[in-house]
């Protein structure tokens, strides 16, 4: 069989990774696959002065639209980044009838349904396991692994960076900004770290995420998405008392109303394997009709775990080149004409459980108001703990895990609740999953 012909755009830490991986496994992906991958085309800014790629076989420049014109590049591997450039490349592919591997989670959660129509009338097939969770292989996993189930919700560690600063937060105590700068330093973080820490980058996973499973449009405007730069050293503590960790999760649901898809800090029982998973560590939980519930492990992010992803999905093109693209796996593993127009639902509809932490004064009666303003909301208290008032303080912490209530009314009681002559200040609230 006649190789298979790579073109590469971007040659930064996934791109480097990429072409090292095709490199030193040449032998056993071709034993696999049944001919060669080559990369024959490559660009990147500065590309001379950085590249492992050897210039007497591989053409390179820095102009990618060399690359996507190029009539002998059968796939085009996108790792470039963000939504502007990028998008242009991967359409001017398409375009030229190239299979397209992309690891960019932004253009895909924004841009997909487009790229991925445009694809289609082409006959062509855009690839995106990179886009999650690094190299876990979750879009083969929920594509094809689990395409017998109906799947009823998910939950995933999807952001390293958020996970690396919630686990040193917990085991070390240190500071939330110090742990920040050391993810940006070991280069988990993205170019803009907001994007980790306000769970950005997490919403882009978890809108695939939600597509794949529920077999609905591409809708990242429609993610609910709250970071964790508000999570503070004493919730973290207190989670702990009460036997549960926070995680920034990311969840899609399917309810009778419509789908649910958010991403915000989450407290989980400690005793689930996903509230284990440490570090930089991601981990996507499915919860599906047949099979029941399944994890999935792996390193979420870094050069040569992504680069598994990607090298993977150009082996998967590889063996299916002579395939009608008719017979090939949908993009999001549905058909195209049944993708559902399923609600997606707003914040003040979510159903959760929480976790409250409010200063109250310290006198007789303040905890019969706030709990018959709970129960006047038919929202019921799981667990309580009061902190003694500190030394010549008169209010106390209070912390408080609900019964799962609608968010409306629980947003609604804490407006009364928040109106006590009692208690100070805002009532910080986090969902509480028991992933059960
Ligand atoms: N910034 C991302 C993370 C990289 O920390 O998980 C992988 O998408």
Not at 105 to 119: D, Q, R, T, Y
Not at 212 to 225: M, N, V
Not at 306 to 327: G, L
């Amino acid at each position: 069989m006649k190789p298979v012909k790579i073109g590469l755009l971007g040659l930064g830490t996934v791109g480097g990774g990429t072409a090292t991986v095709l490199l030193r496994n040449a032998e056993e992906i071709s034993r696999r696959v049944g001919c060669r991958i080559e990369i024959i085309h490559a660009a990147a800014l500065g590309i001379d002065s950085q590249t492992i790629l050897d210039p007497a076989k591989v053409t390179l420049c820095e102009d990618g639209n060399a690359v996507v014109t190029n009539p002998d590049v059968d796939i085009v591997v996108e790792l470039i980044g963000g939504y502007t450039f990028a998008k242009d490349m991967v359409m001017k592919a398409i375009e030229n009838g190239k299979h397209v591997v992309t690891a960019n989670k932004a253009l895909i959660a924004v841009h997909g349904s487009e790229i991925f129509k445009a694809a289609q009338e082409k006959g062509v097939v855009v690839a995106y396991e990179a886009a999650i969770a690094g190299g876990i292989p979750i879009v083969k996993a929920m594509r094809e692994g689990l395409a017998a189930n109906k799947i009823q919700w998910l939950a995933g560690i999807i952001n390293g960076t958020g996970n690396f600063i919630l686990t040193e937060m917990r085991d070390k105590g240190r500071d939330f900004a110090d742990v920040l700068a050391e993810a940006q330093a070991l280069g988990y973080a993205e170019a803009d770290p907001t994007f980790d820490v306000e769970g950005i980058d997490a919403a882009h996973k978890l809108t695939i995420l939600a597509s794949l499973a529920f077999g609905i449009d591409l809708q990242f405007d429609k993610t609910f998405t709250e970071g964790i730069s508000k999570i503070t050293q004493d919730d973290v503590c207190y989670a702990e008392e009460l036997g549960y960790r926070i995680k920034h999760l990311g969840i899609a649901r399917r309810t009778e109303k419509g789908v649910e898809m958010r991403v915000h800090p989450t407290l989980i029982p400690e005793k689930r394997l996903i509230a284990n998973v440490d570090g930089v560590m991601n981990a996507v939980l499915v919860q599906a009709d047949a099979v029941g519930p399944t994890l999935y492990y792996g390193a979420g992010a870094g050069a040569e775990p992504t680069a598994s992803a990607v090298v993977a999905d150009i082996i998967d093109i590889a063996r299916s080149m002579n395939v009608k693209a008719e017979d090939k796996v949908a993009l999001l593993g549905y058909q195209p004409e049944s993708i559902e127009d399923t609600p997606v639902l707003a914040q003040n509809e979510f159903e959760t459980s929480y976790y409250l932490r409010m200063l109250a004064e310290d006198r007789p009666g303040v905890l019969a108001d706030i709990t018959r303003l709970f129960a006047d909301k038919g929202i019921s208290i799981e667990a309580v703990i009061q902190k003694e008032p500190q030394e010549g303080q008169t209010c106390v912490s209070l912390i408080l895990l609900s019964s799962k209530v609608v968010e409306k009314n629980m947003d609604e009681a804490l407006v009364q609740i928040e109106a006590l002559d009692s208690i100070q200040g805002s009532v910080t609230k986090i969902r509480m999953e028991h992933l059960g």
